[in-house]
């Protein structure tokens, strides 16, 4: 009888140990995400107050700092014209645009960050003065496109002005 619970407990401490070595592995094998934390501040400015735009950016635990592409696309609620801003990288990571606004309404900032064959392209919502009607938008935060529903989507011909 005791050599069969010595037997039970030696299998099941090997169990254990090759699960543990398991998990292990795994969490090394793992690719890290390109990451983009978009942020508007303040998130309700008045107009002429500067307001600033920061993507902080990173792949796994590193600070990207030579992305392929940062590009701010900023519209009002409910305008077909979007501005696109290119952005150049300004510490640790982070792409920043100061910006002001003389027209009031609820406006929105989309990041289009491609960096380590990765794309990501996170949105948000602010206001200048006082709010106008806000888009209907998805429940998430983030927008996923393939390219070619990018390019279609966002396509820069019928823009009047440019």
């Given at each position: 009888m005791q050599k069969k619970f010595i037997g039970f407990m030696a299998f099941?401490?090997?169990a254990i140990l090759l699960t543990a070595c398991s998990e292990e592995k795994n969490e090394e094998n793992e690719?890290?995400?390109l990451d983009v934390k978009l942020t508007v501040a303040p998130e309700k400015a008045e107009p002429g107050e500067a307001v600033t735009i920061e993507a902080k950016v990173t792949y796994g635990d590193e600070d990207v700092t030579d992305a392929n592409?940062?590009?701010f696309e900023i519209w009002r609620a409910h305008d077909e014209e979007h501005e696109k801003v290119e952005i150049e990288h300004a510490e640790k990571g982070i792409y920043r645009l100061e910006k002001t606004f003389s027209e009031e309404g609820t406006y929105y900032v989309i990041s289009h960050v491609t960096a380590r064959d990765m794309h990501n392209m996170p949105k948000k919502e602010f206001v200048i003065g006082e709010a106008s009607e806000p888009e209907e938008s998805p429940s998430s935060?983030?927008?996923n496109h393939s390219e070619d529903e990018h390019s279609a989507?966002?396509?820069e011909?019928?823009?009047e002005g440019e």
């Open positions: 099941f401490m090997i690719l890290p995400i592409e940062v590009t935060t983030h927008m989507d966002h396509s011909d019928g823009h």
